[in-house]
């Protein structure tokens, strides 16, 4: 067929269409509004981001992770997209191991047997310059507020995250907030949003409004946060069952800072790009 070939894949529901631009060089010149015609689910594929596979720049690396929203803009990490990239790689290997290098750094992977995907997320980075936040405050404690939201913990997990803990996840309108927050002052790159709960011992209910995409299914980004935010409050050990609007994360803070996330992937379909989408008619 002609086209572009893609791959449609998810991670509790966090979808991505995935190229692969060693093979097929024209995808590494996407400008955002192409990648945006493909990210729309009506008239596109359809997808929370965009991921391209890169020839590494970096010798300790298997290949290079590009990220883009589904409004066309880059992004720094995706936690979801990680897994499913080093799922890809590890089958294209034959092995049970990646590195996936990105524009924060190198991500190292592992297979489990039971299907499962650890990525070490590399290093949480608290300080509020490296969030970033527009003052000097308490990342533990962030003076913002807004509706029953307030008095969050800031992360950056490559990229930023606001974490906000309530008595009732379920009960907070993310969608109403969720924008207002990404946009607030206080976050000069703007910022991912997270609304948790404590359902059990170590057991975190997570719901995420994604920056520059909107309300997601899962955020492993944000779960990386949410397992790091909820220990430093002293609300939860350092290894957390976070669940997701479509499923469940692990995630484990190491002693030396790093944090690995471990979940399913998931492949939907396979296709090829009509050249319309790229063209833009």
Known sequence: MNGIPFVKMHGLGNDFVVFDGRRDPAVLDL??????????????????????????????????????????????????????????????????????????????????????VTVDMGQMRLDWRDIPLSEAVDTNHIPLSLGPLSDAVGVNVGNPHAVFFVDDAEAIDIEKLGPVLEHHEMFPERANIEVCSIIGEDQIRMRVWERGVGVTRACGTGACAVGVAAARRGLTGRKTDIILDGGKLTIEWLPDDHVLMTGPVATSFQGFLHSSLLGGH
């Open 31 to 116: 400008d955002n509004a192409t990648a945006a015609r493909i990210a729309d689910r009506k008239t596109g594929v359809g997808c929370d981001q965009l991921i391209v596979i890169e020839p590494a720049r970096d010798d300790l690396a298997d290949a290079f992770m590009r990220i883009r929203n589904n409004d066309g803009g880059e992004v720094e990490a995706c936690g979801n997209a990680t897994r499913c990239v080093a799922s890809i790689l590890m089958g294209e290997l034959g092995r049970n191991d990646a590195i996936i290098e990105t524009v924060v750094g190198l991500l190292d992977a592992n297979g489990a047997s039971d299907g499962l």
